[in-house]
C-alpha cells in the first residue's frame, strides 16, 4: 500500500564505499525527486526526474548519479563517500497537475558514512 | 534567489492551545505555498495549500493564512494535540521545464506539551 517507498532504510558505511539507495512510486506518477535533509533538517532537492529524463541537477557533485529505469523507479548511487554525504535522504514523486504539483514523499534513507 | 523562511525552530504549546507557525518568503511573484509536516523518523506529509488569489484557506483544524503585502505566511493549528508533534515546513514550488522543484523553508519543530 505504500505510495513511495524507499530502501533502504538505514544505511551505515564506511568513508570511500559505493552504495545505492532505491526508490519505487506505485501512484502512476512522471515526476520523480531526491532530496537530501541535513542534520539540521534543512531539504534541498537534489534530482528531479520525468518520464525517465533528468531535468533538474542542482549542482550535486558528480559522485552522485540517478539512474531511472522506468517511470516508477529512481535509484540514486553514490560513489566514494564522504562524511559530509550524511544525511537522510528523501525520495518524491508527484503527477504535474497545472503545473503545481503536490509532491509524495517516501520514509526516508538515513545514511551514515564512517 | 528564492527563499523560504520560517522564524522560530522551535514551538511549544499546551495541549488544547491553539498554535501558530510563521514563514516569510522573498519572491513577490511567488503564487503557490505548501505546509508539509514531517514526523520523526518519516518523510514530509502534505498539510495544506494555497494560492495568492486567496488571503486563506481552511482545512481540518487547520487554516493557512497569506499576507502578500509583507510576504508572510501562516499555518495555524486549533485545540493543538499531541499528534501534532512534527517539523512544519513552508514550501514554495518553483517550476522548471516540465517539473517542479519545491524551495523548503527551515521548518519550525512543534512540541505539544500534555
Known amino acids: 500500500d505504500t505510495a513511495v517507498s524507499q530502501t533502504p532504510k538505514y544505511l551505515v558505511t564506511q568513508m570511500g564505499n559505493d552504495k545505492s539507495i532505491k526508490c519505487e512510486q506505485n501512484?502512476?506518477?512522471?515526476?520523480m525527486y531526491w532530496y537530501k535533509q541535513d542534520s539540521k533538517k534543512f531539504l534541498k532537492i537534489m534530482f528531479s526526474?520525468?518520464?525517465?529524463?533528468?531535468?533538474i541537477n542542482e549542482t550535486v557533485p558528480n559522485r552522485f548519479s540517478p539512474k531511472s529505469p522506468d517511470k516508477a523507479h529512481l535509484n540514486l548511487h553514490i560513489n566514494s563517500l564522504e562524511l559530509g554525504d550524511s544525511a537522510v535522504y528523501f525520495c518524491?514523486?508527484?503527477?504535474?497537475?497545472?503545473?503545481?504539483?503536490?509532491?509524495?514523499f517516501g520514509p526516508g534513507t538515513r545514511l551514515l558514512v564512517l | 534567489g528564492e527563499s523560504v523562511g520560517l522564524h522560530l525552530p522551535t514551538l511549544s504549546v499546551q495541549e488544547g492551545d491553539n498554535s501558530i507557525i510563521n514563514c516569510a518568503y522573498s519572491?513577490?511573484?511567488?503564487?503557490?505555498f505548501i505546509w508539509y509536516k514531517q514526523e520523526s523518523g518519516k518523510g514530509p506529509q502534505f498539510i495544506i495549500d494555497?494560492?495568492?488569489?486567496?488571503d486563506k484557506r481552511q482545512g481540518q483544524r487547520v487554516t493557512v493564512l497569506l499576507n502578500k503585502t509583507v510576504k508572510h505566511l501562516s499555518l495555524q493549528i486549533a485545540a493543538t494535540q499531541p499528534g501534532d508533534s512534527a517539523v512544519y515546513f513552508c514550501?514554495?514550488?518553483?517550476?522548471?521545464?516540465?517539473?517542479?522543484?519545491?524551495?523548503f523553508g527551515q521548518g519550525t519543530t512543534l512540541q505539544v506539551k500534555p
Open positions: 518524491a514523486s508527484s503527477h504535474r497537475t497545472g503545473g503545481q504539483e503536490t509532491q509524495y
Open positions: 501512484l502512476g506518477h512522471d515526476t
Open positions: 526526474y520525468n518520464n525517465k529524463e533528468l531535468i
Open positions: 519572491n513577490s511573484a511567488s503564487d503557490y
Open positions: 494555497i494560492r495568492s488569489n486567496m
Open positions: 514550501a514554495e514550488p518553483i517550476r522548471s521545464g516540465n517539473t517542479g522543484k519545491l524551495i
